[in-house]
């Protein structure tokens, strides 16, 4: 299926979401963005120049790692990760960014700003800046900020200026407002990098587009590894565009069942969580420039959202997963913050690999699924981000008490140089 | 009486109208009715009665905080509705609902128009929702004689003024210069051009707004435009100065 083939219904839109919903003064820099992409799509040279961008800068193709010990552990389906977080700047989104860095320099704009929740999209942004010579400036909800100082320390250091959005909730749907404000000012110079396949056509495409990256190498990657396609294919999605990177390198293998994992936060029924379409609490509305299901209450207003993991904090999901979830083409499940921790250890313990608390989301719906399944089925898990950057919040949330007396230590040696 | 038909009636007496702004609920209702006063006291022709919305992403700083504090005070559409049909009974200006398309979409089109009208409302500003996906909304109020107010923007190239002015009832609202509310505009020649390049490509009186803030911009903006429209700068003249602030804001634009 091509989900991109707008000739028989309305461009921009997958069903009855998507589209663009934008103040009047940003039609034509959306216009303008629209055609430089297209160009760029039709033009076998960009995909050509943005491959090998990818190759030689961030280490591209990322591998397929089999998982023997967890696999056997659980006693089911065999077990394979596609390795994305062995990425420059450790995640996926170096995909997009580097990919909107080729773009921004065809649309001869010499500014870049974006939004950023854990701090991921910035950190990629920031190194996609610094390596094209571009101005940059990152927007982040200070909440953010404050539990994600690694990110926010190395997007400084690479030369981009990091603004604490003290809107609202202060997380990721305020960053995104706040980058909308700058661009009605800005468009004649700046090209807004969103992170993420949500925002306004084209950008839910645009990101999807470059993520497929991440399928088309998984699909040929397991193929060759595990002899045949995967039977489910795993991925955390909070915006959603790791997931339909991956995803779309199985859209067309009715035997490859996709799951989308969200964000559970404290679970079903507490109010507080992100899970738009596993759980039954969003309903579909127009904000941040498209339409899709937000987690919104009667009057239309945004709900509170939480998750351990600030890249999954976000009140709405990619349009093309609302109606793919519809066609029911994707199956949607949700992981708890307490689930997460314990896959995480697991994850760590028996494998070895140290999984972002987005992906480990996936993780979670997968080691749970697994024993259910046989032997000879294939589960493919995208390791979108490594947990590295998360080590802050993991301490606290494995309450290592050895870290914390680090930490005490640091703030000690600070005092005295100081003083 | 519909929009472009009060604004005509009320041109024959003054060169220039102004509309003014108020975002329901903040500081509070009470507050809103005590400058809705004011605003009729000092001849204020339009109303802009905002209603609240979580990601306000098209204000700026003032506003965005305004909205933030009339939700977290528990502000719904029922009251907004209910403070537009005590105003219309009691002033003699027009009010028009100023808002976010979700606040619309999540109640369904017919219904917001229906509950316009029911509250007296005379149009809406939505400027999130653009031309393409307006229809069903347009429709429907043009049963109701409710009028859509379409904006207008520097950035907007000559086809698209075009497709804008023949989408255009009631009232255009033409957006002095890039960015969000708030922040102060020059209005010179490049807004007076701004102005007469709108007035090509439609029929129905134009309000600027954006950065309006003194009585030389009205002057710049007589013989010009039709309405001047003034949001921030009066709300910032009641934090700093309450009722007495606003009423001075106002005494000194209109004398």
């Given at each position: ?297 009667d009057q239309g207003n ?118 | ?20 702004h108020v975002v329901c609920g903040y500081p509070s209702f009470e507050a809103n009715i005590r400058a809705l006063e004011?605003m009729e ?6 109303v802009e009665l905002q209603f609240p919305f ?12 305004a909205n933030?504090?009339s939700l977290?005070a528990g502000t719904t559409i029922d009251q907004c509705f209910e403070l537009m049909r005590l105003a219309t009974q009691r002033f003699?200006f027009k009010i028009v609902m100023m808002g976010?398309?979700?606040t619309v979409?999540k109640m369904?089109?017919?219904l917001f128009v229906k509950r316009l009208e029911d509250a007296g409302g005379a149009?809406y ?21 409710i ?109």
């Amino acid at each position: 299926m091509n989900i991109f083939d707008f000739s028989e219904g309305r461009e921009g839109y997958y069903g009855e979401y998507g589209g663009v919903f934008l103040p009047e003064v940003l039609h034509a820099t959306i216009e303008e963005l629209l055609a430089c992409f297209r160009e760029c799509k039709s033009d076998p040279n960009f995909w050509r120049e943005y491959v090998e961008l990818l190759q030689n800068y961030s280490g591209r193709p990322t591998p397929i790692t089999h998982l023997p010990n967890l696999s056997r552990r659980l006693g089911g389906a065999q077990i394979y990760v596609k390795r994305d977080d062995l990425n420059h700047t450790g995640s996926h989104k170096i995909n997009n960014v580097m990919g909107q860095g080729l773009l921004c320099r065809r649309l001869g704009k010499r500014r870049v700003i974006a939004e950023t929740g854990a701090g991921q999209h910035g950190f990629a942004t920031a190194t996609m800046a610094a390596r094209f010579g571009f101005d940059c400036k990152i927007y982040m909800g200070a909440v953010d900020v404050a539990r994600q100082r690694p990110n926010v320390f190395w997007m400084e250091n690479l030369g981009a200026q990091v603004i604490a959005v003290e809107d609202g909730q202060k997380t990721l749907k305020d960053a995104i407002n706040e980058c909308m404000r700058d661009w009605v000012l800005n468009m004649a110079d700046t090209h807004y990098v969103l992170g993420t396949a949500c925002g306004p056509h084209p950008f839910p495409e645009m990101v999807s587009w470059f993520q497929s990256i991440i399928g088309l190498e998984a699909r040929e990657q397991i193929m060759a590894l595990a002899g045949k396609l995967p039977d489910r294919v795993y991925a955390c999605v909070g915006g959603g565009s790791n997931a339909i990177g991956i995803f779309q390198g199985f859209l067309s293998d009715d035997n490859v069942e996709l799951i989308g994992c969200e964000a559970g936060g404290l679970g079903a029924g507490s109010n507080l969580h992100a899970a738009r379409l596993a759980y039954n609490d969003a309903s579909v509305g127009v904000a941040q420039g498209f339409k899709t299901y937000f987690l919104q209450n009667d009057q239309g207003n945004m709900k509170e959202t939480h998750s351990i993991a600030a890249g999954l904090d976000y009140i709405g999901v990619n349009p093309i997963f609302s109606y793919l979830w519809e066609q029911g083409k994707v199956r949607f499940e949700a992981a708890t913050d307490t689930e997460v921790k314990d896959a995480l250890r697991l994850t760590m313990r028996t494998e070895g690999l140290i999984p972002a608390l987005e992906t480990t989301h996936a993780f979670v719906t997968a080691i749970k699924e697994a024993p259910t399944m046989a032997k000879d089925e294939v589960i493919l898990i995208n390791q979108s981000g490594r947990g590295d950057k998360d080590i802050f919040t993991i301490a606290d949330a494995l309450e290592d008490h050895k870290w914390k007396s680090f930490i005490r230590g640091k703030s000690d040696q600070y005092q005295r140089e100081d003083n | 009486m519909s929009l472009a038909t009060y604004i005509a009636q009320r041109r024959q007496q003054k060169p220039l109208l102004i509309m003014a702004h108020v975002v329901c609920g903040y500081p509070s209702f009470e507050a809103n009715i005590r400058a809705l006063e004011i605003m009729e006291d000092a001849g204020v022709d339009l109303v802009e009665l905002q209603f609240p919305f979580s990601e306000p992403s098209a204000d700026g700083p003032l506003f965005v905080r305004a909205n933030e504090e009339s939700l977290k005070a528990g502000t719904t559409i029922d009251q907004c509705f209910e403070l537009m049909r005590l105003a219309t009974q009691r002033f003699s200006f027009k009010i028009v609902m100023m808002g976010y398309y979700n606040t619309v979409y999540k109640m369904g089109e017919a219904l917001f128009v229906k509950r316009l009208e029911d509250a007296g409302g005379a149009g809406y500003i939505l400027p999130d929702l653009p031309i393409e996906e307006s229809k069903v909304l347009h429709t429907a109020s043009a049963a109701a004689s409710i009028d859509p107010i379409i904006l207008m923007t520097p950035t907007s190239s000559d086809q698209r003024l075009a497709q804008l002015g023949a989408a255009s009832r009631g009232l255009v609202y033409v957006v002095a210069r890039k960015g969000v509310t708030g922040g102060k505009t020059d209005m010179d020649d490049a807004v007076v051009a701004l102005i007469k390049r709108c007035r090509q490509y439609t029929s129905v009186p134009i309000g600027v707004g954006f950065g309006i803030t003194c009585r030389e911009d009205l002057d710049a903006l007589t013989g010009v435009a039709d309405v001047a429209i003034i949001g921030t700068a009066a709300l910032k003249a009641w934090e700093s100065g309450g009722p007495e602030g606003l009423q001075a804001f106002f005494k000194a634009l209109t004398v």
